[in-house]
Each structure stands twice: as structure tokens, then as C-alpha cells.
């Protein structure tokens, strides 16, 4: 998919110029620290989604420049990505449209997205308030890629998950913004193919056709060219994604919130759903709220009562329970999730029920805490409740987040994820591997203290 299969060479030096693709070119130096930048991938595969009449990719860069006005932030400066980064030599729009720009032979994203400077230089994520790189996907992997040296290979899935979960772990929010286009040209594969490939191709095209999704979109697949460095026509729809990365939580949301809905507008295929968003981190989840705690039995027929409960702004819910000698006593605590601001969340993320943060066990002396029909239900047992001094016991539960079991078929990324780069070109290869790599990272950090309940239970004899 990022290798060019080069024509004639007769408009080779214009077109690395144009690129901006000079092998083992470093990072840009002098970049204006206070815009955000936009990093344009331009490898030949992009070719295909342009032609002399079409100006979706300007189009797609003016919908890019209208979500930074609608966040209040300054127009972008712009780069072109290929053998290296290099700052645009033209920073006016039109010339996104020409298929001459995409030319180079593969696409550093890696170089994008790395939160250590290999060469000395200035680290691209740190010169810009808030970055946004444009790419059809990922090369393939070959396999030589290890934990010391995760881009060896250059940057393909393994190298872009591990640069994705280092910036989540230096606390930058990461967003997608995934958009159908039409396409036309050839698919660069990356990977060998030969007849039997072909055939899954092929097949597959056929379904697609028939798929009720994509009604309206004509597919086709010919010129097929087999071998280690294989090629086809393809016509259809194909992905982009636009990842936002920055550590102004605020602005990523927003711009990432514009931009997807600027693209929707857009309507570039006519696919109903061919726009999609996600936050990767720090994550857009549901929030609690919670009713007042009520003791629902007492089966001791003792004193058993609820000194109060009380949640400040931005802080845990904090209950005060009296237990008298050995009551065995059932509160119950209604509570509600509410839908995550915004119009970007992390699809596919789940808020795992109320557990202590040590061990993720409910102790003994709470008996069970249980959700049933939109409440939970504590269970204290005041005969396993030792006595000291002030609070006899304080357990704090936490809501941690989790990938759901049924991610990958539950939503867009899932679906919309290519397991290689031959098959599916309506698909964006590695896709769902970047999304879970942001996820695993991003559901490991602190918890914020709204998804957080301190009961301090004192027992009275």
C-alpha cells in the first residue's frame, strides 16, 4: 500500500521536489510553535483518490482548516510526508488536488508520531500545539520489528501501535476521524500475491456489490499484477484517516468534533455512515450519577442509618454509614450513567462495574455489592467490621475502564479494519491494532475521581 510502482521516470526529480520526499530527510526545523500543523501522506498509493475533475483531497484539507476556525485556533502550517517530513513548498490548497504530489515511495509516519527524536532533532509532536496527520494506512509488516527497535521495518502496525501507546503514555489525547472516498486507481498490496490472492479479490469485490452498505458505489478490480510487489485497479470507496494528537485535551475534542462533522457534509461517497470518530485517549466514557442511599432492611431490627453523603465538584461520591454491633444490613444506592460530552467517544469502551482499587475484590465485611435495575446494593455485615478508633472501615471503589468483549464486532473500527493489505481495499489495514493500542493505553492511567465511591462505615456497639 505505501510502495509506488513507478512509471516512466521522465518527471521523477519535479515530482520528489513537489513531495518533498528526499530520502532520510529529517524533521522540518524553524516550524511555527504557535499553529497547529496538518501532515500530509504522499505516497503514491493516495494516487487513486485523485483525478482531473475531482477536488475531494482540497476539499477534505478545507474541512481540516474549518474544524481549527471553529476550535478558535490559527490556521495549520503544512507538511508532505514521504521518504521524509518535509514543510510544504506551497502552503495554498489547491495543489492537494494534483496526483503529481503523490509520489514518493513510502510514507514516515513514523517520524510524525515519535515522542523521541532519533536524529537530534525537534520532536514533530512537541513543535505544534495540536497535530493532525492525514494517511490512507500502514505499510505491511515484514516481521523484523522488535520491543528496542519497533520501526525497523519502517511504519507499519507494530511501529505506529507502539509510537501511538508512548504518546498516550505522555498524557497527549489521540483522536480518528475515519472518511470513505471514492477511488480510482491502483492498489499497492505490499505483501506477495498470486492467483488464489487474486481470487479472494475478486470474491470479494462480488459480495461487496451485493452489500446493501455500499449501495450506489460501482466496484471493479482488474489489471491484476502478481508477485513480491504486486499491484491492481481498484475502483470504489477507500479510507483515510485523519489522527489529531495534541495535549490540550479541549482543542483535540474540538477539532476532532468539527472535523467530523465538517466531513459528514461533505457527503465525498454517498455512503450513509462513511464518517466516523473516536477518542483514543484520554477517553470519552459515560459518567455516574448517583440518587440518594437508602437502608432498605435491618434484620437485627437495630440502629443501623446513613449519616450522609455528599459529592463536590470533581471529586468521589463519599457516603458515611453507621453500623450498630452485629446488624446485617441492605442499602441500596440508585445510580445512572450519563452520556459522555460531545459528540466523539470511544467506541467500544466500557466501564467495568464498581471493584476496589487494590484488589479488585468487594471484602468480606461488605458481604456483595451488586447492580440490579439501575441500582447498587450494599451488603454490611457489622458482626465483620472491627472496631477502631474513628472510621472502622473505608472502602473505596473505582469504575475502570475496559475494551469490550465484543469490540471488534460491535463498532466501526472493528468492521472498518483490514487484517492484510491485499484484500480489502475498501478497508484501512491495522486499524483496529491502532485503536486498541491507544485504548490499552489510555484505560490504564489514573482514574478520574467522578468514577470513584468512599463509603466509611463506623460501627457502634
Known amino acids: 500500500m505505501k510502495r509506488l510502482i513507478a512509471s516512466a521516470g521522465v518527471f521523477l526529480a519535479a515530482l520528489l521536489f513537489l513531495a518533498g520526499a528526499r530520502t532520510g530527510a529529517g524533521a ?65 490548497l489547491g495543489c492537494y488536488k494534483d496526483e503529481k504530489l503523490y509520489s514518493a515511495n513510502q510514507s514516515r509516519l513514523d517520524m510524525v508520531l515519535a515522542t523521541r527524536s532519533g536524529s537530534g532533532g525537534p520532536v514533530l509532536l512537541e513543535t505544534h500545539p495540536v497535530t493532525v496527520m492525514v494517511t490512507d494506512g500502514m505499510q505491511s509488516a515484514a516481521g ?40 480510482n486507481g491502483l492498489h499497492l498490496p505490499d505483501e506477495a500475491m498470486d492467483a488464489s490472492h487474486w481470487a479472494r479479490v ?33 475502483r470504489g470507496v477507500k479510507p483515510l484517516l485523519a489522527v489529531i494528537i495534541t495535549k490540550r485535551v479541549a482543542d483535540g475534542r474540538a477539532v476532532a468534533e468539527a472535523l467530523a462533522d465538517g466531513l459528514a457534509r461533505e457527503n465525498f461517497s454517498g455512503v450513509r455512515g462513511a464518517v466516523q470518530a473516536a477518542e483514543l485517549a484520554p477517553l470519552n466514557l459515560p459518567s455516574f450519577s448517583f440518587g440518594p442511599i437508602v437502608k432498605l432492611e435491618d434484620k437485627k431490627k437495630k440502629t443501623s442509618r446513613i449519616v450522609s453523603q455528599a459529592r463536590r465538584p470533581g471529586g468521589p461520591l463519599e457516603v458515611s454509614l453507621r453500623v450498630t454491633g452485629d446488624d446485617d444490613t441492605w442499602f441500596q444506592l440508585p445510580i445512572r ?15 467495568d462495574k464498581f471493584v476496589t482499587a487494590a484488589s479488585r475484590a468487594i471484602p468480606p465485611e461488605m458481604g456483595g455489592v451488586f447492580l440490579k435495575k439501575g441500582a447498587w446494593y450494599l451488603h454490611l455485615k457489622g458482626r465483620l467490621i472491627p472496631r477502631k478508633d ?58 478520574p475521581p467522578e468514577d470513584r465511591i468512599v463509603f466509611k462505615v463506623d460501627r457502634k456497639d
Open 144 to 183: 523484523k520489528d522488535t520491543p528496542a527497535n519497533p520501526c525497523l521495518d519502517g511504519p507499519d502496525p507494530y511501529c505506529i501501535r507502539t509510537l501511538l501507546r508512548q504518546a498516550v503514555g505522555l498524557k497527549y489525547g489521540v483522536w480518528m476521524v475515519f472518511v470513505l472516498l471514492p477511488f
Open 202 to 234: 475478486t470474491a470479494r469485490m462480488e459480495a461487496l456489490s451485493k452489500d446493501p452498505f455500499y449501495s450506489g458505489v460501482a466496484f471493479k478490480v482488474d489489471g491484476f499484477k502478481p508477485g513480491v510487489r504486486p499491484s491492481y485497479h481498484y
Open 390 to 447: 474513628g472510621n472502622d472501615l473505608t472502602v473505596t471503589l473505582t469504575s475502570r475502564p475496559r475494551v469490550g468483549q465484543n469490540a471488534m464486532r460491535d463498532t466501526w473500527w472493528g468492521r472498518f479494519s483490514a487484517r492484510n493489505n491485499y484484500e480489502a481495499p475498501e478497508r484501512l489495514y491495522g486499524l483496529a491494532d491502532l485503536v486498541l493500542a491507544g485504548y490499552e493505553a489510555a484505560v490504564v492511567q489514573d482514574l
Open 337 to 351: 450513567q450519563e452520556d459522555p460530552p460531545g459528540r466523539v467517544g470511544s467506541p467500544g469502551v466500557e466501564k
Open 28 to 92: 522540518p526545523a524553524g516550524a511555527a510553535g504557535g499553529s497547529p500543523a496538518v501532515f500530509v501522506d504522499v505516497s503514491g498509493s493516495m494516487k487513486g483518490f485523485t483525478s482531473r475533475e475531482s477536488v475531494r483531497l482540497v476539499r477534505l484539507q478545507e474541512a481540516i482548516d474549518r474544524s481549527f476556525a471553529e476550535a478558535a485556533l490559527p490556521p495549520p502550517v503544512r507538511y508532505l510526508v514521504g521518504n521524509g517530513v518535509e514543510k510544504s513548498p506551497v502552503q495554498t
